[in-house]
């Protein structure tokens, strides 16, 4: 053998991490008293455990207690106990607390990382030098929230108690993004971790009692998802922040419905990696690694999806094979295993059934040469090609090391199959050219985009989904937000509509008989059932008729605005413009507006001026809003920029309450329009002249077809049928609290966002009626990562 065949032949010898400590802390513990309620440690009221085991063995680690409802209340009753001292301390006291964790985590590291290791499977690289620093940051960097909370978020305080619910893939890392913004913002916490991985959990409750956590402010219940379903419906919490599957994030968002909680939910992806044939190609396989085969594949961002420009295909796919040719699967305390097993045996066969089922589907699906320990859940990596887009392994989340590739021409193909999914977690973008690279981000349907990169994160840098990979943001401010709540100021309760005898007897002054139709596409037209409903003054006379739209017609008015591309893609400064001459249009028919009010509502005349005076204030408001209300750019550790970008969150239904019928409708649809959404809007019932009216103003201001659309009709039936919509993104509704409820039970087809006012209007005509906390809906923030250097 020459010098050459040796070096070829020469093979990592095993590198182990030593497991005593952690064996010991296992060996110590009392696991049958687990729960850490109060500050104490409490064996479950019902004396149930369940078992953890180790994924690279089966063996046994622990019988674990498993929380009751009534261990539940307990740990509610606690973090209520705890909250007022805990939200009225300063800032300085909740960010020493925070950094005091933080601390007290680096000093056990290597146990963190070891218990994560032996408890979840992941490669001790993994644990080691990416989890658990990334989760002691993650408080660290919330300390210095907890101090700025006055300045940097004026008139919010901590929403109060909060459920929050973790899965198994990132147990630390997790809890790190649910419980230090928590505390940063003055909130109490009851956090589940995910009964496959309870260990990392136990430890760092632990760390909580030696940093000073005061008593109850921090409690950790175990168990399943009945111990899951226990805090969702508990009435003692105001928000739930939950991370895992969006099967259970559905379920989540139902149960929630109606109650007031406040809600994130991050779900699951199925993230495209998309490669140019200008990339570089050696970088681009490097990323696949880390993009796929980082934690076997079970990440919830991983790019699962290969999308590769077809004159590179070829060439990508050998040194993708070559490459997974030399991962190596192996024990996870290895310090030179790639790919440990999967976390349980039920993981294990769903991952195998869906390449099954792939392949079944006409995917080729490819292994290494490589032979699997005797033990323990192991998956090989898996390459599957000749994908079509609709197979299985294209579309659902595998959750395991498995790449499915799909070749594209061009561009917009490119955009166009990474949009294919109902997901929109992350998306990588891979080539040397920077301004194709930045074309390409923000026409992704995804939360995070890395450019030449994948799976970066920081604490300063918001990460979470669009579409069915759920809302609400974690890290940074737009993360800090989710424990916030900001006092709107409330208006009158609103009652559901009784459908009263229709008058008939005409009002005075009224010469010429009109029934105005809907505004659909930028066009006036009559609904499909070509009904009408009369409206009355206030006086119980006739005052006109307006169409009564159906579900037809909302399907019109929301295909109208999904197709009205040409109000997303203006520039800023096109549509503050556009609101300016709306502002000033309405303007010039301020005694008409004033008088419809007047005849509608019975408002005093000066009343009536009023409201139409602050309508035209509050459109020139978000017409000067529309190009300031910007993103920011983060500079995490990393040698890279972080763009956080302001985006539309798309087809936005609004249904506007009767309350200042012409202010309130004005006062939802301009933020939504001044951040490039399209809207299709349901006017208030009772008046709904007032919208109507509106349409020759819309006519003559420029607005693109489709970006507004009106359909006047029944309230709560138009809201459910904006919600049930899979095509609307946003719904914002301010209607009865049972319409409100529905709305966001019915939500979940697609997981829309919905705001609804919980059976309250808004006192419309307050300051406080206007501004960021409306604009702030009307977004979804996108992280861009563009790293930089050689
Ligand atoms: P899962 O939804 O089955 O479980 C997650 C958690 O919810 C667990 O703690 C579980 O006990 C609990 N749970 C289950 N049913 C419940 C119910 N009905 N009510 C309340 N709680 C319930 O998910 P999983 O299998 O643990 O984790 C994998 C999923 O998590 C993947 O889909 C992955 O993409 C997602 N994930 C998302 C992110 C993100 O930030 N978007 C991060 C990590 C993982």
């Not at 010429?512 to 009355?536: C, E, H, M, W």
């Not at 087809?651 to 329009?673: C, R, T, Y």
Request: aromatic share 8%; proline share 5%.
């Amino acid at each position: 053998m020459n010098i050459l065949d040796r070096y070829h032949a020469m093979d990592y010898g095993p590198a182990p991490e030593a497991r005593n400590e952690a064996d010991a802390w296992l060996a110590a513990r009392d696991f049958g008293k687990a729960l850490f309620i109060d500050g104490a440690w409490k064996a479950a009221s019902g004396g149930k455990t369940f078992e953890t085991s180790e994924p690279s063995s089966g063996k046994l680690l622990a019988k674990i207690s498993d929380a009751s409802a009534a261990d539940i209340d307990a740990a509610v009753a606690a973090a209520t106990k705890a909250l007022p001292k805990w939200s009225a301390s300063s800032g300085y006291q909740r960010a020493k607390v925070l950094y005091a964790i933080g601390r007290a985590m680096q000093r056990h590291q290597r146990l963190f990382a070891v218990l994560e290791t032996i408890d979840n499977g992941k490669p001790i690289r993994e644990s080691r030098d990416i989890d658990v620093p990334l989760a002691i940051r993650h408080f660290i960097h919330h300390a210095g929230w907890a101090q700025a909370l006055d300045k940097d978020f004026p008139g919010h305080k901590g929403v109060g108690v909060v459920g929050q619910i973790i899965p198994w893939n990132f147990p630390l890392l997790m809890l790190a993004w649910k419980i230090a913004p928590a505390l940063a913002a003055g909130c109490t916490v009851v956090l589940k971790p995910a009964e496959f991985t309870p260990l990392t959990a136990i430890l760092f409750a632990e760390i909580c009692e030696r940093a000073g956590v005061p008593k109850g402010v921090v409690n950790i219940v175990q168990g399943g998802p009945e111990a899951g379903a226990a805090i969702v419906n508990h009435p003692g919490i105001q928000k739930i922040a939950f991370t895992g599957s969006s099967e259970v994030g559905k379920i989540i968002r139902k149960a929630t419905a109606g109650s007031g909680k406040k809600l994130s939910l991050e779900l699951g992806g199925k993230s495209a990696f998309i490669v140019f044939e200008d990339a570089d190609l050696d970088s681009a396989v490097e990323g696949l690694v880390d993009g796929i085969w980082f934690n076997q594949g079970q990440v919830c961002c991983a790019g699962s999806r290969l999308l590769v420009q077809e004159g590179i295909a070829e060439a990508l796919i050998a040194k993708v094979k070559t490459r997974m040719s030399r991962l190596r699967v192996g024990s996870p305390l290895d310090k030179n295993t790639d790919i440990g097993p999967l976390i349980d045996i039920t993981q294990l066969d769903r991952v195998k059934g869906l390449v099954a089922e792939g392949a079944k589907q006409g995917a080729v699906c490819w292994q290494p040469d490589a032979a699997l320990p005797s033990s323990g859940y192991y998956h090989l990596p898996t390459l599957a090609t000749g994908v079509s887009p609709a197979n299985i392994l294209a579309q659902e989340e595998v959750f395991g090391p498995v790449l499915a590739t799909m070749t594209f021409r061009n561009t917009e193909e490119a955009i166009e199959l990474a949009n294919n999914t109902r997901y929109g977690l992350a998306a990588s973008v891979w080539s040397e050219n920077v301004n194709l690279a930045l074309h390409v981000a923000p026409q992704l349907k995804a939360g995070v985009v890395w450019v030449n990169g994948t799976n970066m994160f920081d604490a300063a840098c918001g990460f979470g989904g669009y579409r069915e990979s759920g809302f609400g943001r974690e890290g940074g401010r737009e993360g800090m937000f989710e424990y916030l709540a900001a006092k709107l100021p409330l208006g009158p309760v609103i009652k559901a509509a009784t459908v009263s005898a229709q008058p008939v007897e005409q009002a005075d002054g009224l010469a010429i008989d009109r029934t105005a139709k809907l505004f659909i596409g930028g066009k006036q037209v009559r609904p499909d059932g070509n009904y009408s409903l009369a409206v009355a003054t206030a006086k119980g006379k006739l005052a006109g008729e307006v169409g009564l739209g159906s579900r037809k017609d909302i399907r019109d008015a929301v295909s109208a605005a999904r197709g009205a591309k040409a109000w997303p893609e203006a520039t800023a400064y096109n549509r503050s413009q556009v609101l300016y001459y709306l502002a000033e249009n309405l303007s010039g028919r301020t005694d008409e507006f004033a008088a419809r009010l007047v005849q509608l509502t019975g408002v005093t005349a000066k009343a009536a001026r009023e409201e139409v005076e602050q309508s035209i204030e509050r459109l020139f408001l978000y017409a000067g809003l529309a190009d300031k209300f910007e993103g920011r750019v983060h500079q995490p550790p990393a040698r890279a920029v972080t763009l956080a970008l302001h985006e539309p969150v798309g087809v936005v239904g609004i249904v506007a309450p009767d309350a200042s019928p012409l202010l309130g409708l004005i006062s939802l649809i301009a933020p939504a329009l001044a951040m490039g959404n399209t809207v299709v809007a349901v006017p208030s019932e009772r008046y709904p002249l007032l919208a109507t009216d509106l349409y020759q103003v819309i006519e003559y201001s420029d607005v693109p077809a489709g970006a507004i659309n009106i359909v006047t009709g029944r309230s709560a039936e138009l809201a459910g049928v904006l919600a049930k919509h899979d095509d609307v993104d946003g719904l914002w509704v301010f209607a009865d609290a049972e319409t409100c409820a529905r709305a966001e039970a019915e939500s979940i087809g697609n997981l829309k966002r919905v705001w609804s006012g919980n059976g309250r209007s808004l006192d419309w005509a307050s300051d406080e009626a206007a501004g960021d906390a409306f604009l702030r809906r009307a977004i979804e923030v996108k992280n861009v990562w563009v790293p930089y250097g050689d």
